[in-house]
C-alpha cells in the first residue's frame, strides 16, 4: 500500500488544521493507521493511532483533547483533525500503517507516506 500524506501548512497558534493520509495500490480497510512527528532536529514520535475499523484511538498524552484521528474506508483516506495547535505542534507529520496489532511503537509500522510540514506561528 502507497500512503499519501497532505494537508500540512502555516497556522496561527490556537488555530485549527486538518491532514489526509490517502491511501493507494491497497485498501485501507485492513490496516491499523497511525501519525508520528518529528520535529526540526528532534527524533520522529508517535502521535495517535486508529484501529482498522476506527473503533480504537489512542493518542500521546500532549495532543489529547486537542487531536482527533478519523478514517473514511470508502475513500482509502484516514484524518488527522488537529484543534488548538501550539507552536511546539511544529513538525513534520507522517502517517504510517500496518496490520494485525494495533501498536505505538514506530518500528512495526510497514509502510510510510512521505510526511507533510506543519508550522504554528504568529
Known amino acids: 500500500v502507497q500512503l499519501q500524506a497532505s494537508g500540512g501548512g502555516l497556522v496561527q497558534p490556537g488555530g485549527s488544521l486538518t491532514l489526509a493520509c490517502a491511501a493507494s495500490?491497497?485498501?485501507?480497510?485492513?490496516?491499523?493507521v497511525a501519525w508520528f512527528r518529528q520535529a526540526p532536529g528532534k527524533e520522529r514520535d508517535f502521535v495517535g493511532v486508529?484501529?482498522?475499523?476506527?473503533?480504537?484511538?489512542d493518542y500521546t498524552d500532549s495532543v489529547k483533547g486537542r487531536f482527533t484521528i478519523s478514517r473514511n474506508n470508502a475513500k482509502n483516506t484516514v484524518y488527522l483533525q488537529m484543534n488548538s495547535l501550539k507552536p511546539e505542534d511544529t513538525a513534520v507529520y507522517y502517517c504510517?500503517?500496518?496490520?494485525?496489532?494495533?501498536?505505538?511503537?514506530?518500528?512495526?509500522?510497514?509502510?510510510w507516506g512521505q510526511g507533510t510540514l506543519v508550522t504554528v506561528s504568529s
Open positions: 504510517a500503517a500496518k496490520r494485525w496489532r494495533i501498536t505505538t511503537m514506530m518500528g512495526e509500522y510497514e509502510y
Open positions: 486508529i484501529d482498522w475499523n476506527g473503533v480504537i484511538t
Open positions: 495500490g491497497s485498501s485501507l480497510d485492513s490496516y491499523d
